[in-house]
């Protein structure tokens, strides 16, 4: 037996990680596409940007386990239906619950890790983020000169340059209005000026060569000035320019552990608990959703047994819709209570916890059904000729399939017995 539930999980170890990447990977795709808009253009190093993904990644880590563990289950078993060794089992004796056993063991282990990563892990990538995100955004967009073009970016300056060499970055042409004295107004012209950044004191040097600058004040036009310069410097402050790393210790509720918010619940109850409501409701809501987020690994492995064997299939195809579908009423359940909770209209622990309740009595159900009958799953004909189309379902002759199966089966089981034998 022992032999066996090795057997059953290593089938389920593949499709587990190769979902799990896939996962993650189009979250990350999803994330890039909304953040990558608002930060470029602000001259953040490649370093910096793959530390901010870095850090998101923590949060699409949490959400997409239970996700790869149900559909992990769903091709295990999908795959061992459909080559009829469920069959071959039953007809041995072996039952359901002794087949999902070990999956269930495995993803307790799984459950508890997750637990730990949500209350410890979690918190601090969290926080991380959030203090680089508010760095990134107070940060501007870095001077780029176009020809022909005015650059309005600099704080207090409007320059003008008729031809840019960017691998040089020497101007020709330049016209630079000076706005930083509400009294006076400032026009330069020069030839050519050379562009460099001083990242040390936050600010950028233009050298000017050939040109002048010209100077009266507002109030009196006569007050004309002209100086012919051969070459000068102009430093224009630009510390909104530089990446400065925000420091806060402040922590919101997703950025602290489990103790953290009990700590602070406690402060707010001896304090003004009516006045606190709100949020001690949050605080609530958080430390139940880091802990029912990670028991939903059990809740799919119990609907995706069953249904991996009523589906008979093993293939991404059938087993990532199936996921899809679940997850999304899981998740749709999971928000919509935090919406609810947060408002007061229901308890944080009956928010957080109805998912996994409904969730969990269908996959009982589906294992009670299963287990009694082990009928196919009937599906609607323009689905099953969907899948039959793109080689999901096969129809093969049933004893043939099923004496192919247990040879099969019998010959693994016998190869996985011989290796833990010992060697001579």
């Known amino acids: 037996m022992r032999t066996l539930s090795r057997y059953i999980l290593r089938e389920h170890v593949s499709p587990f990680f190769s979902s799990l990447t896939l996962i993650v990977f189009l979250f990350v795709l999803n994330f890039a596409f909304q953040i990558l808009g608002k930060i470029l253009g602000k001259g953040i190093e490649l370093r910096v940007i793959l530390e901010f993904f870095l850090y998101n990644i923590a949060w699409i880590l949490a959400m997409a386990v239970p996700m790869a563990a149900l559909?992990?289950?769903?091709?295990?078993?999908?795959?061992?239906?459909?080559?009829?060794?469920?069959?071959?089992?039953?007809?041995?004796?072996?039952?359901l619950p002794r087949l999902v056993r070990p999956v269930l063991i495995a993803g307790t282990l799984l459950m508890v890790a997750l637990i730990a990563y949500n209350n410890w892990v979690l918190p601090e990538f969290n926080y991380r983020s959030s203090l680089l995100r508010r760095s990134i955004m107070r940060k501007q967009p870095t001077m780029q000169m176009e020809e022909s073009l005015f650059l309005f970016d600099v704080p207090d300056y409007v320059i003008h340059s008729r031809h840019v060499n960017h691998e040089t970055r020497r101007m020709s042409g330049v016209t630079i209005f000076d706005e930083s004295d509400s009294k006076?107004?400032?026009?330069?012209?020069?030839?050519?000026?050379?562009?460099?950044?001083?990242?040390?004191?936050?600010?950028?040097?233009?050298?000017?060569?050939?040109?002048?600058?010209?100077?009266?004040?507002?109030?009196?036009?006569?007050?004309?000035?002209?100086?012919?310069?051969?070459?000068?410097?102009?430093?224009?402050?630009?510390?909104?320019?530089?990446l400065q790393r925000q420091t806060?210790?402040?922590?919101?509720?997703?950025?602290?552990?489990?103790?953290?918010?009990?700590?602070?619940?406690q402060e707010w109850h001896e304090r003004d608990p009516v006045r606190n409501e709100r949020r001690i409701r949050s605080y609530w809501v958080e430390i139940h959703k880091k802990l029912s987020l990670p028991v939903a690994i059990l809740v799919f492995i119990l609907i995706g047994a069953p249904l991996g064997i009523k589906s008979g299939s093993g293939g991404?195809?059938?087993?990532?819709?199936?996921?899809?579908?679940?997850?999304?009423?899981?998740?749709?359940?999971?928000?919509?209570?935090?919406?609810?909770?947060?408002r007061g209209f229901v308890p944080p622990w009956v928010a957080m916890w109805?998912?996994?309740?409904?969730?969990?009595?269908?996959?009982?159900?589906?294992?009670?059904?299963?287990?009694?009958?082990?009928?196919?799953?009937?599906?609607?004909?323009?689905i099953r000729h969907l899948f039959r189309k793109r080689g999901v379902i096969q129809e093969d002759s049933q004893n043939q399939a099923e004496m192919k199966a247990m040879s099969r089966l019998a010959a693994e089981l016998e190869e996985a017995s011989s290796d833990e034998e010992p060697r001579a």
Request: hydrophobic share 45%; proline share 3%.
């Open 71 to 95: 559909i992990a289950t769903l091709m295990a078993f999908g795959r061992l239906a459909g080559d009829h060794e469920i069959t071959a089992l039953k007809a041995s004796g072996v039952g």
């Open 354 to 382: 109805t998912p996994n309740m409904l969730l969990g009595l269908a996959g009982i159900y589906l294992m009670r059904s299963v287990g009694r009958e082990g009928t196919p799953l009937q599906l609607p004909h323009w």
């Open 248 to 265: 806060s210790k402040y922590r919101g509720d997703r950025e602290q552990t489990i103790a953290q918010m009990l700590e602070r619940i």
């Open 316 to 342: 991404i195809g059938m087993s990532g819709g199936l996921s899809v579908a679940f997850f999304l009423i899981y998740w749709i359940f999971l928000i919509g209570g935090e919406d609810l909770a947060d």
């Open 184 to 242: 006076m107004q400032t026009t330069i012209l020069a030839d050519s000026a050379d562009l460099l950044f001083e990242e040390q004191h936050a600010r950028f040097n233009l050298h000017l060569y050939d040109g002048q600058i010209h100077r009266n004040t507002w109030k009196d036009p006569d007050s004309y000035s002209m100086i012919d310069f051969e070459s000068c410097d102009l430093y224009i402050e630009a510390r909104g320019m530089v």
